[in-house]
């Protein structure tokens, strides 16, 4: 399979980049020579095959339904680049 | 003073325990070895010279009554992928400008709980994606070693008056540096110049596709990537968490094993982190290797690999066998089709994982005319070009239509490879020895990596097998080129069963050497 400049502004506003013109020609033909070399995959045979959704065989943990962390407003939002009174602040999304 | 530096983690525990020397003494000779060095390696991207100083102060008191832990008053770096309270903490990317945590990653308290002291945060490819350092936002990172050549010097018939002594002349060899500068490896580049450059007593790493090995192997330094879930991967910037491990570089085996012992731990904030104590890893060092079967696999012999690197796989099997282990061909037919996996399953998880980069609640924000344009600008400006193409593959992986192609189809075949080692494990294989790299390190800017992403990405074909499966390797260094440039071989062990890795490495290292680079800098 292969992918289209028209394919990749696609992708592109999915994974939220902005791109230009430019960046999207070059960026087909890098991802076309990755989709290349992933292409062999199809040739394995794994008819019975479970796909992986645990690397190691482990059952997953479980702690107690206690309040062990919080009263961090403050932390939280310290690194934010716009804040108020330890909220985010965002460009304005309801009309 | 710089003697100090030069001291192995073990033999300046043992100074620094015998009040011979004291950790002001040997972090202030590190930080005058950074000073010194970085404007020509660029290890650092940061050096915390006054909390080092600060540390060390607290281990000397606490070393003064006798007291203090594993790595009490050892100076090391740590890779920018960790969270550091309060301090520079940005994966190397510009999209996190500015972080600080208000946080510690388990694996540095770990270290900090131990004693040790903290130099600095290290340069490290873009999120940790890449395998030469050349994707950092701060730059690429310098290796320390160069290639040489020999050269044969005639030697001048020579009378010196006072000392009464004459050469008589003659030939011998001389090896002259290369002025060409060379890639460290990735992504852990900052942490392998560092260590070989003798500019921290050891260093923190990470490791998704090979990221520890591979750096290790380019700098003649010993790296390992314990079993997944060992090291908790709390506070540590997520790039594929069900790939990603941390793990330590170091200048021998022995001080890898004892950083391992302080990074490991069960935690309860990472649930991959697994139920099991963590052993004295050092203890396995030294211990006979009589009997033990060594798996050689055939599918690592792959087309266009050098000369260089079979003979080095060679020694090592005579070495192995000399010790008095028993070699064993073994095959792993899927091994081919890890590096194309990875490559599917990697940059699902780090679209996934690098969504949360949206200038909204940490790092950079680019202002747009509204909050859809914003989240556009801002990655568009803060992710590199590496970064921004592999969230491009896993957007695309996991878009609807393709999930079942790509994604599932990979999964299942991580399986298959996982099956594969499992086989022969099952069939009594202790360890399993492989080259590390299929190259020593390359040239900054190389035309050929730079043209085509695959070819930087096959640097990973031994290592990226061992991630895809969880299993633990490790890469210690074995022996140099015609260049004079290091070469590493890698051992592959059992799930939790690093003792073996460093038992086994420990019997390569005595056989091989520890290797030096020649300081130019």
Redesign the interface.
């Known amino acids: 399979m292969s992918v289209d400049v028209k394919t990749v502004k696609r992708v592109a506003r999915l994974a939220r980049i902005a791109v230009s013109e430019e960046d999207a020609e070059r960026m087909t033909s890098e991802l076309n020579a990755i989709l290349g070399f992933v292409e062999q995959l199809n040739e394995v045979d794994v008819s019975g095959v479970e796909p992986m959704t645990s690397v190691t065989p482990m059952e997953m943990k479980k702690r107690l339904d206690v309040v062990t962390d919080g009263s961090k407003a403050a932390d939280i939002v310290a690194n934010a680049p716009a804040t108020e009174e330890n909220f985010f602040l965002v460009p304005k999304v309801v009309e | 003073m710089s003697d100090l530096t030069h001291l192995t983690i073990s033999q300046a525990r043992a100074k620094l325990r015998a009040k011979e020397i004291t950790a002001a003494e040997i972090t202030e000779a590190y930080l005058q070895a950074i000073e010194r060095a970085n404007p020509a390696l660029n290890a650092y991207v940061v050096v915390t010279d006054d909390k080092a100083r600060y540390m060390a102060k607290a281990s000397d008191a606490k070393l003064a009554k006798g007291e203090g832990g594993s790595l009490e008053g050892i100076p090391l770096g740590i890779k920018d992928l960790f969270g550091t309270e309060g301090v520079h903490t940005q994966a190397c990317s510009h999209v996190l400008d ?6 510690e990653s388990t694996v540095t308290a770990n270290l900090w709980a131990d004693g040790a002291v903290m130099l600095g945060k290290l340069n490290m490819d873009e999120f940790a994606m890449g395998s030469s350092n050349e994707t950092s936002y701060y730059g690429p990172v310098v290796n320390p070693w160069r290639r040489s050549r020999l050269d044969t010097v005639v030697m001048p018939t020579t009378h010196q008056g006072d000392g009464g002594f004459v050469s008589a002349g003659g030939t011998r060899t001389a090896r002259t540096l290369d002025n060409a500068q060379l890639v460290p490896g990735g992504s852990s580049g900052g942490s392998a110049s560092a260590v070989s450059a003798f500019l921290c007593a050891g260093a923190t790493a990470t490791d998704t596709g090979g990221s520890i090995r591979q750096p290790a192997a380019f700098t003649g330094t010993v790296g390992i990537k314990p ?3 060992r090291c908790s991967r709390w506070g540590i910037v997520a790039f594929a968490s ?2 990603d491990q941390a793990g330590p570089i170091a200048r021998d085996v022995r001080d890898a094993a004892i950083l391992l012992k302080s990074m490991a731990s069960v935690d ?1 904030k990472d ?5 099991r104590p963590v052993p004295d890893y050092e203890a396995a060092i030294g211990k006979p290797i009589k009997g033990m079967k060594i798996g050689i696999p055939r599918e690592y012999r792959v087309d266009g690999m050098p000369e260089e690197i079979e003979a080095l796989w060679q020694k090592g099997i005579a070495w192995l066998k000399d010790a008095g282990a028993e070699i064993v061909d073994i095959s792993l037919p ?1 091994t ?2 890890a ?3 990875y ?2 399953v990697a940059p699902a998880e780090a ?1 996934s994982n690098l ?1 949360r980069y ?8 680019v ?2 005319k ?8 801002t ?2 400006a803060g ?1 590199g070009r590496e970064v ?2 592999r ?3 896993g ?2 992986v996991l ?1 609807a239509g ?1 999930y079942d ?2 994604y ?9 490879i ?1 099956r594969d080692f499992e086989n022969a494990f099952a069939a009594g294989v202790d360890v399993i020895l492989t080259p590390a790299t299929p190259s020593a390190a390359f040239g900054i800017a190389d035309e050929d990596m730079a043209a ?3 070819k930087m ?1 096959l640097n990973d074909i031994f290592t990226v097998t061992v991630n895809m ?2 299993l633990p390797g490790i890469a210690v260094p074995a022996g140099l080129d015609a260049k004079g440039l290091p070469l590493g071989l890698q051992l592959i062990g059992r ?1 939790f069963d690093e003792e073996t890795l460093f038992q086994t490495a420990h019997v390569i290292e005595q056989a091989a050497g520890t290797f030096q680079p020649e300081k130019w800098w």
């Open positions: 500015g972080f600080k945590p208000h946080y079993t997944y879930g069900s790939l309860p649930t991959t982190s697994v139920d899927h081919k089709y590096l194309p996996a490559y599917i679209s969504a949206d200038g909204v609640r940490y790092g950079l924000r202002p747009g509204d909050i859809v344009d914003m989240y556009e600008k990655r568009a992710f921004k193409r969230i491009m593959i957007t695309y878009s393709y192609a790509y599932l189809q990979a999964q299942k075949v991580r399986n298959l996982k085509d992403p695959v990405y499966a969880g799930p």
